[in-house]
């Protein structure tokens, strides 16, 4: 098969049912992430365990990969999760999906794939967009200084500093179809060096990951079950660096027997470095 390519795109083509093998990867994914949330493991208010919805990140990924074998070093930029319902590890998730947008900036090619997922009973669980860019113009160390340096408000919740280890890496990345075909900047270093990076790239997932677990400390079911979330991954982040997810509270909003509290994040490095910005919100009983 050959590999997705801007040209070959077929513009709102609807694709699926497609069904993504979760349950046996949710361990490892957790491991990978250090989530210790207890609701991931252990009975929950849904009956059940259940996952972190940031896992369909992941799970749209593959499904794209299901349609044509995605470009080693293709850059993930954006990552958009609006969550409708728990996803519980007692079903099953199934994708329906499509290529929503496709366009030409900044020299690169983007496309943007858009998936609802559904449970096994075929309740909506959740809607994911992920945005990328084509490979063909490999980012330079010098598009990472040209990203916007604005600011961060102060931080008024933080989640505990993570140090992204190969090993941590590995797990996260390890069922990609890239990993499986000993292609992916994620796992192998070597590869990773060719690309131009000093060493082997995190998934900008893996910061998500960390925001969506700052979110469950803070909303609990508001955020497994009625969360918003929309990142940008504005610069690497690479094998030894920490990551600190951070949030400020931006504005609540009036959802009737609901209150949505609408919180700017990011993800900084050890060396104070914005990685990853947008928002995330959850809602809490209005009064």
Not at 120 to 138: C, D, K, R, S, Y
Not at 190 to 214: F, H, I, P, R, T
Request: aromatic content about 10%; some cysteine.
């Amino acid at each position: 098969m050959a590999d997705l390519s801007y040209d070959s795109i077929e513009m709102n083509r609807e694709y699926g049912p497609w069904e993504y093998p979760w349950r046996e990867r949710i361990e490892r994914y957790l491991e990978a992430v250090e989530n210790g949330f207890s609701w991931h493991r252990e009975a929950s208010p849904w009956g059940p365990p259940v996952a972190p919805p940031t896992i369909l990140g992941n799970a749209t990924l593959r499904f794209i990969d299901s349609i044509a074998p995605i470009p080693p070093a293709t850059l993930h930029s954006r990552f958009e999760l609006e969550i409708g319902n728990a996803l519980r590890r007692d079903r099953e998730v199934v994708g329906y999906g499509k290529f929503v947008d496709k366009y030409e900036r900044r020299g690169r090619r983007w496309c943007v794939f858009s998936v609802s997922w559904r449970d096994g009973p075929g309740l909506l669980v959740a809607h994911a967009t992920v945005t990328m860019a084509f490979p063909e113009q490999v980012e330079t160390k010098d598009e990472a200084k040209r990203q916007p340096k604005t600011k961060p408000p102060k931080a008024e919740l933080k989640l505990a500093t993570r140090t992204l280890t190969q090993e941590k890496m590995t797990a996260y990345s390890e069922d990609s179809a890239n990993a499986e075909r000993g292609q992916s900047i994620h796992t192998d270093p070597g590869l990773a060096k060719k690309a131009g990076y000093a060493n082997s790239v995190a998934q900008g997932l893996m910061s998500a990951d960390y925001v969506s677990e700052m979110m469950t400390n803070q909303f609990e079911r508001g955020w497994l079950q009625q969360g918003h979330l929309s990142l940008a991954f504005v610069r690497p982040v690479l094998c030894g660096d920490t990551l600190t997810a951070c949030a400020a509270l931006r504005e609540g909003l009036d959802e009737g027997a609901f209150s949505r509290r609408v919180y700017d994040v990011w993800c900084v490095n050890q060396d104070g470095e914005t990685v990853t910005v947008g928002t995330a919100s959850g809602v809490v009983a209005a009064g």
